[in-house]
Nanobody
Framework: VQLVESGGGLVQPGGSLRLSCVASGFTFKNYAMSWYRQAPGKERELVADINGSGGSTMYAGSVKGRFTIVRDNAKNTVYLQMNSLKPEDTAVYYC??????????????WGQGTQVTVSA
C-alpha cells in the first residue's frame, strides 16, 4: 500500500488549496478514505471521511461548509478541496486508508503528509 499526498503550500487567509492523495497497492474503490491533520503540539485530528463509492461523506465541525472531500475511483485518488482557509487550518495533512468500505473502520495505512500553512 502506498499513499502519496500533494498540493500543500502557503496560502493567505481566505484562500483555497486542493490536496490530492494517489493510492496504489490495493483495490481503491473497496476502501473508505480519510483526511487527517496535525498541527504543531497537537494531536492528529480527523478532517473528513468518504466511503468507498464516494456517496457518503463526513466532516469535522471546524471545516464543515469550507472543505469538500471527493474521490475519483478511476484515478485511485482522493481529494480535499479547502476553501476559506483560516490560520488555524495550518497543519500537516495526512491521507489515510481505512480498513473497509465504510469509514467506521480504523485507518490502517497513512501517507507521508503535506504541509499546509495559512498566513498573511
Amino acid at each position: 500500500v502506498q499513499l502519496v499526498e500533494s498540493g500543500g503550500g502557503l496560502v493567505q487567509p481566505g484562500g483555497s488549496l486542493r490536496l490530492s492523495c494517489v493510492a496504489s497497492g490495493f483495490t481503491f474503490k473497496n476502501y473508505a478514505m480519510s483526511w487527517y491533520r496535525q498541527a504543531p503540539g497537537k494531536e492528529r485530528e480527523l478532517v473528513a471521511d468518504i466511503n468507498g463509492s464516494g456517496g457518503s461523506t463526513m466532516y469535522a465541525g471546524s471545516v464543515k461548509g469550507r472543505f469538500t472531500i471527493v474521490r475519483d475511483n478511476a484515478k485511485n485518488t482522493v481529494y480535499l478541496q479547502m476553501n476559506s482557509l483560516k490560520p488555524e487550518d495550518t497543519a500537516v495533512y495526512y491521507c489515510g486508508k481505512r480498513g473497509g468500505l465504510h469509514y467506521y473502520h480504523p485507518v490502517d495505512y497513512w501517507g507521508q503528509g503535506t504541509q499546509v500553512t495559512v498566513s498573511a
